[in-house]
């Protein structure tokens, strides 16, 4: 059942990207709006069906990461400001569930759910980016990348500042493992 879904999914999302492909000039933002949100919701429904991949080694906070700084330079706290206070918050309601539940672990998980699915997209929409470039389709690969900064580049660098937090909560013992 998993495989099916996963085959379905994935054909419904490449048959709206060739859509997409096929729309004449014109609506270059609205094309890659949608392209991104295409991407993004099928990364998410994807991986719970395929799994995490299981690369421990990139959950891993880096030594820059760990003050906090690198993501206070980047914004990182205004663009959680932003989801939190605004629709986008009622896109993802398993993580806000998570930080609620007080379970560490449970929220290390989310975090690195919505970061691998954000991942995954922001890659699959680079490369379609790069595919749009080559085929001249230059005003959609421009509103491909730059689209694909705030939907899926920064709620990656979000869920590794949400694990940066969780940490330090551990750390000064707000939290405990269970």
Same mark, same amino acid.
């Given at each position: 059942?998993r495989?099916? &879904?996963?085959?379905?999914?994935?054909? @419904?999302?490449?048959?709206l990207?060739?859509?997409?492909?096929?729309?004449?000039?014109?609506?270059?933002?609205?094309r890659?709006? @949608?392209?991104?949100?295409?991407?993004?919701?099928?990364?998410? #429904?994807?991986? !719970? &069906?395929?799994?995490? !991949?299981? #690369?421990?080694?990139?959950y891993?906070?880096? /030594?820059?990461?760990?003050?906090?700084?690198? #993501?206070?330079?980047?914004?990182?706290?205004?663009? /959680?400001?932003?989801? /939190?206070?605004?629709?986008?918050?009622?896109?993802?309601r398993?993580? !806000?569930?998570?930080?609620h539940?007080?379970?560490?672990?449970?929220?290390?998980?989310?975090?690195?759910?919505?970061?691998? $699915?954000?991942?995954?997209a922001?890659? @699959?929409?680079? $490369?379609?980016?790069?595919?749009? &470039?080559?085929?001249?389709? $230059? =005003?959609?690969?421009?509103?491909?990348?730059?689209?694909?900064v705030?939907?899926?580049?920064y !709620?990656?660098?979000?869920? /590794?500042?949400?694990? =940066?937090?969780?940490?330090?909560?551990v750390?000064?013992g707000?939290?405990?493992?269970?």
């Open positions: 059942m495989l099916a &879904l996963f085959v379905l999914a994935s054909v @419904l999302v490449a048959a990207i060739v859509v997409l492909w096929r729309v004449p000039d014109g609506l270059e933002f609205v890659a709006l @949608l392209a991104n949100f295409a991407l993004v919701t099928w990364s998410s #429904f994807v991986l !719970p &069906l395929r799994g995490l !991949p299981r #690369f421990e080694s990139w891993r906070l880096r /030594r820059w990461e760990r003050s906090g700084r690198f #993501f206070t330079c980047l914004g990182v706290p205004l663009f /959680r400001t932003l989801v /939190r206070r605004t629709p986008l918050s009622r896109f993802n398993a993580l !806000p569930s998570a930080w539940s007080g379970d560490p672990e449970r929220m290390e998980e989310e975090t690195r759910t919505a970061e691998a $699915a954000h991942l995954v922001f890659f @699959l929409v680079l $490369a379609l980016a790069a595919c749009a &470039l080559f085929a001249r389709h $230059a =005003h959609w690969a421009v509103w491909l990348a730059v689209l694909d705030p939907l899926n580049l !709620p990656v660098l979000l869920q /590794r500042d949400h694990r =940066h937090r969780l940490f330090e909560m750390r000064r707000e939290l405990e493992h269970p």
